[in-house]
């Protein structure tokens, strides 16, 4: 049995910051399903939101971000982001991070973002989450107190009875898929870092690991889960017969990009005040609506007036990759739909990111630490990873100092699945993959009704009784694994968006159209499979203000 001080599942921006961090005291084990760099962090174009222009001011970010959370972010979640972004970019920095700079001097370049009323988008050029990695990613190579498992996929949470008398997390399953085994690893403190759940849907701009593992487990393990059915759809992924998660940086619409119907007309032309700059829940509705009256299959993004050289020299990546796909973006309008992007609810944390079980943190998009509320401020995810990732390892490096005896390294429970039986039917698992994501891109998307969410809700419990039973008669895999996990964490968006009977934010349903505040400004929170009162003791529970 493997056994370390702390454990990371994950290796994005977050699994990665808090490893760095936390081998400042111990031994850390990062468990990875692939390549150490497939992360959602490595895609993201955008950037990190944060205030250094003397034009801005805290206030004024934390108001963006309160305005585009529709009245549940919890304002001591975002006043700690936006406070400690200019020292969690130097942090970066000072880790190898190089953001792109003004011209002519050090100064750091700033964009502008839809739900941003200044220009404080800190990137380096559209390829912000590349460098961020390989900084950090170099950086963890160079600790001697950081292990990297690639190619291991989690499974279960290890429990425990711990020192005090509760159950405490000790660790974590996790399938090596190059040799087939299941190891155990001990551990003081579990960290998960494991990012969003967009694989649920059929669309989506995330990596193919983002199947909600760390969601999952924790809900498997009895800790709550909060907002599941806040999932933000980026309005403009590029709309191609073979490139399905290609994202077109909201940035784009920053420097001026105007999104247009096939004939030319602006989507957003009267419908919002800040026009192809509002927020991403009103563009990607938008978006949906002007796709369903026409019933064109996507609209286009036109940039043609930005100038060639200023979209060559911003967006080099983007460019490029759509040159190679016979699509110039300074001569013509790329065409573009919404896809799912980015969990604003997740795994219940305070805000040190602790969970109700002792021994298990949760961090980055996996956490639902109250920041976004309904609705996520563009750039605003890789700031809560970096700010609340470091808070965890702070709180998860005293913990271990000050409690010694309730963090002593327990003996988790052996792994209670099974590595024998039948081979795997793939056309099976194909069939209930194809089912579920479907299912929720069909019934769970952008705009809902109350019937297609009781019909999504019974078609997917079906699924999840099928899923149980093929994974109690074969051997376990990364396949069954993460179907295992989909299916599951496509029950809880849709029993939250159940218990939800109004429109708020990025969830909009058609038989409740308006905003109801007086019974739900408050997160919606499941625990052991049943939404309940949000107003019970939970880390960080409780109404919104």
Known sequence: MLSADFVVVGSGMAGLT??????????????????DAESATNMAQGGIAAVLAKSDSFDKHIEDTLTAGVGLCDRRAVEIAVRSAPDSIGRLMEWG???????????LALGQEGGHSSRRIVHASDMTGQEIERALLSAVESSPNIHMMEDHVALDLAVSDGADGRRHCSGVHVLDTSLGAVETISSRITALATGGCGKVYTYTTNPDI????GIAMAHQAGVPVRNMEFVQFHPTCLYHPTVKSFLISEAV???GGVLRTLEGRRVMEGLHPSGDLATRDVVARSIDRSMKTTGDKHVLLDVTGVGAERVR????NIYSRLLELGI??????????????????????????????????????????????????ASNSLLEAVVFSQRAAGSAIREIDEQPARTRLETPCEWAGSLSGPPQEGVVLDHNW??????????????????????????????????SEYLRLHAISRDLIELRNITLVGRLIVLSALWRKESRGLHYVEDYPERNDPDYKRDTVIREGRPE??????PGGGPRR
């Open 97 to 107: 991070t190089r953001f792109s700079t003004v011209e002519g001097g050090g100064e």
């Open 18 to 35: 808090f490893a760095l961090l936390a081998s400042e005291r111990g031994k850390v084990i990062v468990v990875t399903k692939k390549d």
């Open 313 to 316: 020299k911003r967006f080099p």
């Open 434 to 467: 194809d089912v579920v994501r479907r299912l929720m891109w069909d019934y769970v998307g952008i705009v809902r009704t109350r019937r297609r969410l009781e019909r999504a809700l019974s078609t997917i419990e079906s699924a999840a009784a099928e899923v």
């Open 253 to 255: 619409r920053g420097e």
């Open 533 to 538: 009162s949000p107003d019970e003791a939970i």
């Open 328 to 377: 110039d973006m300074t001569a013509e309008p790329v065409p573009v739909v919404p896809a799912a992007h980015y969990l604003c609810g997740g795994v219940a944390v305070d805000l040190e990111c602790r969970t109700e079980l002792p021994g298990l943190y949760a961090i980055g998009e996996v956490a639902h630490t109250g920041m976004h509320g309904a609705n996520r401020l």
């Open 210 to 213: 983002a199947t909600g593992d």
